[in-house]
């Protein structure tokens, strides 16, 4: 799985100490999941901290394109999603409460985990 491998190599250089236990993903924020992976890893999850793992993870997809376009596939909902979010069509009210704070990060995440997959999506 492509998106783990990111993960893992992402925090071992962020944490400086390899990922050992996964957070639930299911329903929560980017920024959740990241604060609470490195809870659950014996790391305080200071802003600076989540903001670091955030940066990794966006330099672990934007390196691992070419791998992205081979292996990888965007989920169901993803590229609707990010529409919705460049048009800012939906609110914060309407989502969870840190939204204008992970906007950036989800816009940038997502970027490049789909402009990966985006390039076969044409050629096809």
Known sequence: MVGRAIYDRAFLAAAGKPLAELASISGRTESDIMAERLRINGIEPTAQRIESLADALIRGYDDAREEMRRVGRALPGA?????ELAAETIGAHDVVRD???????LRRIGRSKTSATEADRQAG
């Open 99 to 105: 939204l204008d704070e992970c906007r950036d990060l």
């Open 79 to 83: 590229r609707a999603t990010l529409a």
